[in-house]
Protein backbone atom coordinates (compact mmCIF):
# COMPACT_ATOMS: atom_id res chain seq x y z
CA UNK A 1 0.00 0.00 0.00
CA UNK A 2 1.17 3.68 -0.91
CA UNK A 3 0.17 6.81 -0.02
CA UNK A 4 1.54 10.34 -0.94
CA UNK A 5 1.66 14.06 0.18
CA UNK A 6 2.13 17.33 -0.57
CA UNK A 7 3.93 18.71 2.71
CA UNK A 8 3.68 22.68 2.95
CA UNK A 9 6.79 25.50 4.16
CA UNK A 10 6.06 27.90 6.75
CA UNK A 11 6.96 31.23 7.59
CA UNK A 12 7.00 32.80 10.49
CA UNK A 13 4.94 36.10 10.43
CA UNK A 14 5.87 37.08 13.98
CA UNK A 15 8.46 35.05 16.16
CA UNK A 16 9.25 36.50 19.35
CA UNK A 17 11.19 34.06 22.28
CA UNK A 18 9.53 34.89 26.06
CA UNK A 19 11.38 33.23 28.16
CA UNK A 20 14.04 30.45 28.81
CA UNK A 21 12.17 27.38 30.49
CA UNK A 22 13.57 25.49 33.06
CA UNK A 23 14.27 22.62 30.87
CA UNK A 24 16.06 24.35 28.72
CA UNK A 25 13.78 24.86 26.04
CA UNK A 26 12.84 28.36 25.10
CA UNK A 27 9.17 29.66 25.52
CA UNK A 28 7.82 30.72 22.16
CA UNK A 29 5.21 33.29 20.80
CA UNK A 30 4.93 32.59 16.85
CA UNK A 31 2.57 33.12 14.22
CA UNK A 32 3.24 30.60 11.86
CA UNK A 33 2.01 30.45 7.77
CA UNK A 34 1.59 27.61 5.75
CA UNK A 35 3.14 29.12 2.16
CA UNK A 36 2.70 26.92 -1.22
CA UNK A 37 6.31 25.60 -1.71
CA UNK A 38 6.19 21.71 -1.06
CA UNK A 39 7.95 18.55 -0.49
CA UNK A 40 6.23 15.83 -1.92
CA UNK A 41 6.43 12.61 0.34
CA UNK A 42 5.79 8.68 -0.88
CA UNK A 43 5.76 6.32 1.66
CA UNK A 44 5.08 2.66 0.69
CA UNK A 45 4.40 -0.66 2.81
CA UNK A 46 7.51 -3.57 2.35
CA UNK A 47 8.25 -6.62 4.03
CA UNK A 48 11.95 -5.88 4.99
CA UNK A 49 11.24 -4.79 8.35
CA UNK A 50 12.76 -1.64 7.75
CA UNK A 51 12.53 2.33 7.40
CA UNK A 52 14.25 2.86 4.04
CA UNK A 53 14.68 6.69 2.80
CA UNK A 54 15.76 8.01 -0.27
CA UNK A 55 15.67 11.34 -1.34
CA UNK A 56 15.80 13.61 -4.46
CA UNK A 57 18.30 15.90 -2.50
CA UNK A 58 21.93 14.37 -2.57
CA UNK A 59 23.12 16.62 0.43
CA UNK A 60 20.21 15.69 2.76
CA UNK A 61 21.06 12.27 4.99
CA UNK A 62 18.48 9.23 4.64
CA UNK A 63 19.36 7.51 7.85
CA UNK A 64 18.43 7.52 11.29
CA UNK A 65 18.72 11.14 11.15
CA UNK A 66 16.67 12.39 8.74
CA UNK A 67 13.24 13.91 10.61
CA UNK A 68 11.59 11.53 8.16
CA UNK A 69 13.30 8.61 9.91
CA UNK A 70 12.52 9.65 13.35
CA UNK A 71 8.90 10.63 12.61
CA UNK A 72 8.57 6.59 11.62
CA UNK A 73 9.70 5.53 14.38
CA UNK A 74 7.30 7.69 17.01
CA UNK A 75 4.67 6.65 15.03
CA UNK A 76 5.68 2.80 15.55
CA UNK A 77 6.24 3.56 18.91
CA UNK A 78 3.04 5.41 19.41
CA UNK A 79 0.74 3.45 17.81
CA UNK A 80 2.66 -0.15 19.21
CA UNK A 81 1.71 -1.14 15.60
CA UNK A 82 4.76 -3.78 14.27
CA UNK A 83 6.75 -2.11 11.25
CA UNK A 84 6.63 -4.61 9.15
CA UNK A 85 8.98 -2.68 6.26
CA UNK A 86 8.38 0.86 4.92
CA UNK A 87 9.77 3.18 1.68
CA UNK A 88 10.17 6.64 2.33
CA UNK A 89 10.61 8.69 -0.74
CA UNK A 90 11.52 12.53 -0.60
CA UNK A 91 11.09 14.70 -3.59
CA UNK A 92 12.73 18.21 -1.75
CA UNK A 93 11.79 21.48 -3.15
CA UNK A 94 11.56 23.24 0.33
CA UNK A 95 14.97 24.58 0.80
CA UNK A 96 16.72 23.08 4.09
CA UNK A 97 18.32 24.82 6.95
CA UNK A 98 16.42 27.39 6.02
CA UNK A 99 13.94 28.66 8.34
CA UNK A 100 10.97 27.33 6.55
CA UNK A 101 10.41 23.68 8.25
CA UNK A 102 11.00 21.37 5.70
CA UNK A 103 12.62 18.91 7.44
CA UNK A 104 9.17 18.92 9.81
CA UNK A 105 7.06 18.82 6.95
CA UNK A 106 8.74 15.84 5.82
CA UNK A 107 7.93 14.81 9.07
CA UNK A 108 4.19 15.07 9.36
CA UNK A 109 3.47 13.78 5.84
CA UNK A 110 5.01 11.00 7.26
CA UNK A 111 2.93 10.43 9.98
CA UNK A 112 -0.01 11.10 8.12
CA UNK A 113 0.73 8.98 5.44
CA UNK A 114 1.20 5.97 7.98
CA UNK A 115 -1.84 6.71 9.85
CA UNK A 116 -3.47 5.83 6.20
CA UNK A 117 -1.68 2.77 5.74
CA UNK A 118 -1.86 1.44 8.67
CA UNK A 119 -5.79 2.75 9.38
CA UNK A 120 -4.81 3.54 12.53
CA UNK A 121 -7.43 5.98 12.54
CA UNK A 122 -5.19 8.08 14.57
CA UNK A 123 -7.15 11.94 15.75
CA UNK A 124 -5.42 15.49 14.59
CA UNK A 125 -4.75 15.58 18.18
CA UNK A 126 -2.74 12.01 18.32
CA UNK A 127 -0.82 12.75 15.37
CA UNK A 128 0.46 16.24 16.68
CA UNK A 129 0.99 14.27 19.98
CA UNK A 130 3.04 11.81 17.86
CA UNK A 131 4.64 14.87 15.84
CA UNK A 132 6.01 16.85 19.18
CA UNK A 133 8.41 13.43 19.83
CA UNK A 134 9.76 14.40 16.31
CA UNK A 135 10.37 18.13 15.82
CA UNK A 136 8.57 21.06 17.67
CA UNK A 137 7.70 22.55 14.39
CA UNK A 138 5.86 19.26 13.42
CA UNK A 139 2.77 19.84 14.90
CA UNK A 140 2.03 22.90 13.08
CA UNK A 141 2.95 21.20 9.95
CA UNK A 142 0.39 18.64 10.27
CA UNK A 143 -1.64 21.30 11.04
CA UNK A 144 -1.04 24.37 8.67
CA UNK A 145 -2.47 27.77 7.33
CA UNK A 146 -2.59 30.25 10.14
CA UNK A 147 -2.22 29.75 13.61
CA UNK A 148 -0.57 31.21 16.79
CA UNK A 149 2.30 28.93 18.04
CA UNK A 150 2.85 28.85 21.95
CA UNK A 151 4.94 26.90 24.20
CA UNK A 152 8.28 25.03 22.38
CA UNK A 153 5.76 25.59 19.24
CA UNK A 154 3.40 22.35 20.24
CA UNK A 155 0.10 24.69 21.27
CA UNK A 156 -1.68 25.84 18.38
CA UNK A 157 -4.45 28.31 18.40
CA UNK A 158 -6.07 28.72 14.48
CA UNK A 159 -6.45 32.24 13.06
CA UNK A 160 -8.20 33.87 10.39
CA UNK A 161 -6.79 32.94 7.19
CA UNK A 162 -4.48 35.44 5.69
CA UNK A 163 -5.91 37.23 3.08
CA UNK A 164 -5.20 36.71 -0.73
CA UNK A 165 -1.23 38.19 -1.05
CA UNK A 166 1.85 37.20 -2.99
CA UNK A 167 4.86 35.78 -1.03
CA UNK A 168 8.29 36.31 -2.20
CA UNK A 169 10.74 33.47 -0.66
CA UNK A 170 14.55 34.28 -1.19
CA UNK A 171 16.66 31.98 0.40
CA UNK A 172 20.47 32.61 1.29
CA UNK A 173 23.21 30.20 0.24
CA UNK A 174 24.70 30.36 3.77
CA UNK A 175 22.44 28.23 6.57
CA UNK A 176 21.78 28.91 10.44
CA UNK A 177 22.39 27.09 13.12
CA UNK A 178 18.97 26.84 15.27
CA UNK A 179 20.43 25.42 18.82
CA UNK A 180 23.32 28.76 17.80
CA UNK A 181 20.43 30.91 17.32
CA UNK A 182 18.86 30.19 21.12
CA UNK A 183 21.77 29.87 22.15
CA UNK A 184 23.02 33.42 21.22
CA UNK A 185 19.53 34.71 22.98
CA UNK A 186 20.84 32.95 26.09
CA UNK A 187 23.41 35.37 26.75
CA UNK A 188 21.84 38.41 24.80
CA UNK A 189 21.22 41.46 26.70
CA UNK A 190 18.33 43.99 26.25
CA UNK A 191 16.68 41.95 23.85
CA UNK A 192 13.43 44.37 22.52
CA UNK A 193 10.28 42.02 22.83
CA UNK A 194 7.48 42.31 19.65
CA UNK A 195 4.25 43.56 20.14
CA UNK A 196 2.54 40.38 20.26
CA UNK A 197 -0.77 41.20 21.52
CA UNK A 198 -1.26 43.95 18.94
CA UNK A 199 -0.12 41.52 16.04
CA UNK A 200 -2.74 38.56 17.84
CA UNK A 201 -5.66 40.58 17.20
CA UNK A 202 -4.75 41.69 13.97
CA UNK A 203 -3.94 38.25 12.79
CA UNK A 204 -7.25 37.46 14.84
CA UNK A 205 -9.42 39.97 12.60
CA UNK A 206 -7.12 38.94 9.14
CA UNK A 207 -5.91 42.67 8.35
CA UNK A 208 -3.59 42.07 6.02
CA UNK A 209 -1.99 45.65 6.52
CA UNK A 210 -2.45 45.37 10.58
CA UNK A 211 -0.63 41.91 10.13
CA UNK A 212 1.98 43.31 8.14
CA UNK A 213 3.28 46.07 10.14
CA UNK A 214 3.69 43.82 13.11
CA UNK A 215 5.53 41.44 11.25
CA UNK A 216 8.92 41.05 13.17
CA UNK A 217 10.97 38.47 14.27
CA UNK A 218 13.17 38.21 17.83
CA UNK A 219 16.02 36.54 15.63
CA UNK A 220 16.94 39.52 13.82
CA UNK A 221 18.24 41.00 16.75
CA UNK A 222 20.91 37.45 17.50
CA UNK A 223 22.03 36.70 13.67
CA UNK A 224 23.70 38.24 11.77
CA UNK A 225 22.91 36.94 7.88
CA UNK A 226 25.08 38.98 5.77
CA UNK A 227 22.66 39.07 2.77
CA UNK A 228 19.52 40.30 4.67
CA UNK A 229 19.83 43.91 4.67
CA UNK A 230 20.41 43.51 0.61
CA UNK A 231 17.46 40.87 -0.01
CA UNK A 232 15.14 43.63 2.39
CA UNK A 233 16.38 46.76 0.47
CA UNK A 234 15.07 44.80 -2.96
CA UNK A 235 11.74 43.71 -1.25
CA UNK A 236 10.54 47.24 0.12
CA UNK A 237 12.42 48.93 -2.86
CA UNK A 238 9.37 46.88 -5.02
CA UNK A 239 6.74 47.66 -2.49
CA UNK A 240 6.80 44.95 -0.07
CA UNK A 241 4.25 45.08 2.89
CA UNK A 242 6.55 43.31 5.21
CA UNK A 243 10.30 42.22 5.03
CA UNK A 244 11.29 39.69 7.51
CA UNK A 245 13.27 36.64 8.12
CA UNK A 246 11.77 33.47 8.97
CA UNK A 247 12.35 31.34 11.96
CA UNK A 248 15.84 31.43 12.83
CA UNK A 249 17.12 31.89 8.98
CA UNK A 250 18.19 32.57 7.00
CA UNK A 251 15.34 32.98 4.54
CA UNK A 252 14.20 36.28 4.12
CA UNK A 253 9.98 36.55 2.59
CA UNK A 254 8.08 39.63 1.74
CA UNK A 255 4.16 40.00 1.56
CA UNK A 256 2.90 41.77 -1.71
CA UNK A 257 -0.70 43.04 -2.22
CA UNK A 258 0.45 43.47 -5.88
CA UNK A 259 1.91 40.51 -8.23
CA UNK A 260 3.31 42.15 -10.47
CA UNK A 261 5.57 44.26 -8.14
CA UNK A 262 6.26 40.99 -6.31
CA UNK A 263 7.36 39.34 -9.16
CA UNK A 264 9.51 42.14 -10.11
CA UNK A 265 11.35 41.79 -6.74
CA UNK A 266 11.71 37.95 -7.55
CA UNK A 267 13.51 38.96 -10.92
CA UNK A 268 15.91 41.59 -9.06
CA UNK A 269 16.50 39.14 -6.09
CA UNK A 270 17.81 36.52 -8.53
CA UNK A 271 20.23 38.33 -10.00
CA UNK A 272 22.12 37.70 -6.10
CA UNK A 273 20.38 34.73 -5.04
CA UNK A 274 20.24 31.70 -6.21
CA UNK A 275 16.91 30.02 -4.44
CA UNK A 276 14.00 32.12 -4.84
CA UNK A 277 10.13 31.25 -4.73
CA UNK A 278 7.26 33.81 -5.75
CA UNK A 279 4.35 31.49 -3.46
CA UNK A 280 0.83 32.18 -1.63
CA UNK A 281 -0.52 31.58 1.47
CA UNK A 282 -2.63 27.96 1.79
CA UNK A 283 -4.90 26.91 4.04
CA UNK A 284 -3.51 23.38 5.55
CA UNK A 285 0.21 21.99 5.82
CA UNK A 286 -0.76 19.02 4.01
CA UNK A 287 -2.34 17.99 0.91
CA UNK A 288 -3.04 14.34 -0.15
CA UNK A 289 -2.25 13.33 -3.77
CA UNK A 290 -4.63 10.61 -4.95
Known sequence: MKAEYKAAAKINLMLDILTTLENGYHSLFMIMQSVGLYDTVSVESADDGRISISCSEKKLPCDKSNIAYKAAEAFFDYTKITN???????????????????GSADGAAVIAALNDIYSAGLSQRELCAVGVKVGADV?????????????????????????????????????VSTKEAYAAFDTAQNIRHLDTCGMLFAASKGDLNEICRRTKNVFEQLIEVPERVPIKSVL??????????????????????DESKAECAVE????FINQVYLVKPVKSGLEKIG
Open 139 to 175: PFCLTGGTCLAQNIGEVLSPLADLPDCHIVLAKPERG
Open 236 to 257: NRYGALAACMSGSGPTVFGIFD
Open 84 to 102: KGIKIHIEKNIPFAAGMAG
Open 268 to 271: SLRS
